[in-house]
């Protein structure tokens, strides 16, 4: 780590944060990453403590820093209590900051509304003591199916007030999905909208929430609330059904926290794996949100007076951890948006920028890619129109960015002058692992460069030897953090199998494959090494997608990749063989439409195959193990040149070749 950095003779071109920008930074030039980094190294536990006891406010301070007796069940802070939502909120209110804005709403329409650290927390306070009165408390799990609102964060917030668990369900998921996790996390509640204003559509929420219901099996949700969004005609089952207005017209408008235990399950997040079903990540309530705040200090190095504005939907991760949590506990204030990036036209978010002077902006490499493409064909909404200059710190999250997007985001929209953060995390980590700090490391694009203090990051083999720099391999993290995962909900044996396998002898397995650089150590993520796809930064397992598609009456088999594609990262690939023979021409297109439509009821919109290929069977091994190594070469539209001799029937790869 002590290393030079960026040696002369190095080929990719390397950008240096300014010296503006290192002089106001928390964390200012490399020596001061790597005296934090020493710390860490120095006395781990030490370290976590100290930051621990300077960022949470505590009701009941902890004694012991980490247990690992449990390993891989690790525990943080665990004789400690807090409560998340106190540290969000009353403690900036008691510190006199409750006139301060918290939100700047925008809504799809460009309706703006503002809410100050004082109204949220009043307003999470009756929304809390509304969960009460209809016998929620602390330990039962809420589901969440909501817009982009700040009902949709005061519904999280005020969960986290009286220590319910929640879970937040995207907005995009079918009813099936949202029925699978209803079910898995054994919810008591259901809280929604009765729909979503998305590029100038109203969208159902409700009506999906009764058809997921309807499915059965999710005997133990008690009641539904109702956020009226938009005011649309919406099916009503007494005495199940309150509207969110009604139920909080009457509370008190404020609740005490309740005080839980640091390890105290914050919520469940459900993703992707490469096998079986989603699976409910468990973040705890102390070690989560500490890095939460951190690394808005550290990553964002976020100021009093700065406007902060992460575009993921609260559905995702990142939407946990950078809107709903990360900068509220940092008393930050920060722009949270309905709408889609391309309405009403693809010069929303420059628009955004400028209007609100956003100084600290965090999104995907997939909004930029469209973006770049809107603005190549379109010059009205090329960001050169657009004064963008409030912008002081660029972030990117969710896949890997590619150099010449990276290069188009810093020239363009920071204007050659914006430090870019590319942070590499996952829901499992909770927040930031690999980043640039903007005021110290300097950046090569499409490297997410180091770990932050505190994370040990490394590249190995699959024996769990380090690999020397410059050699592919998998990344670990070789010691447990805070906001680490805790569990996966109700079956901590997948948990560790999936996370802690027993040849990598305890170190975190990440699912991401990585090189560093010979020369600096940089990190590079190669992409997953698993059979999970990251479409448009998406997580979704293939084999997901194959269940979704054997589900249809007329398929006998399929076998799910990924192809690489310019604008979404990855495009999915479905290879079908049917129980009929296989379809051509005009029948081919139909029955692969209603493939598509079936995947997209099954899971949701976002998982919906963009190639599905029709053959009479698929390579398969003489032991009948699809090959799909073949399968992603057939997919990129590629000559086979791998060997095919363990292949039973490779006259089939030609059939599936040819594209209908
Ligand atoms: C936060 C989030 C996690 C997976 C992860 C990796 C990919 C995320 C990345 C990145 C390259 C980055 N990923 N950030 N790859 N560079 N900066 O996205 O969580 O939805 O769980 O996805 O996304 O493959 O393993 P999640």
New binding site residues.
Partial sequence: MTEQLVPEHHELKTYYPSSEAVQRARISGMDAYRKLVAEAEGDFEGFWARLAREHLAWNKPFTQTLDASGAPFYKWFADGKLNVSYNCLDRHVEAGKGGKTAIVFEADDGTVTRVSYGELLERTAKFANALKSLGVKKGDRVVIYMPMSVEGVTAMQACARIGATHSVVFGGFSAQSLRDRIQDAGAVLVITADEQRRGGKALPLKAIVDEALGLGGCDTVRNVVVYRRTGGDVAFHAPRDLWLHELVAGQSATCAPEWVEAEHPLFLLY?SGSTGKPKGVQHSTAGYLLWAQLTMLWTFDIQPDDLFWCTADIG???GHTYIAYGPLACGATEVVFEGVPTFPDAGRFWKMIQDHKVNVFYTAPTAIRSLIKAAETNAAVHPRNYKLDSLRILG??????NPAAWEWYYEHIGGGRCPIV????????GGHM??PLPGATPMVPGS?TLPLPGIFAEVVDEAGHDLPWGTGGILVIKKPWPAMIRTIYGDPGRFKKSYYPEELHGYYL???GAIRDPHTGYFT?T??IDD?L?VS???MGTMEIESALVSHPIVAEAAVVGRPDDLTGEAVCAFVVLKRPVPTGEEALQIAQELRNHVGKEIGAIAKPRDIRFGDNLPKTRSGKIMRRLLRTLAKGEAITQDTSTLENPAILEQLARTH
Avoid: F, K, M, S
């Avoid at 990117?396 to 960015?401: A, C, F, L, S």
């Fill in positions: 993703t995702w991760v990142t990117t999250v969710g896949e890997p960015i590319d942070t590499w995390w996952q829901t499992e980590t690999l980043t997410c990440a699912g991401d993520i992409g997953r999970v990251n930064g998406h997580r």
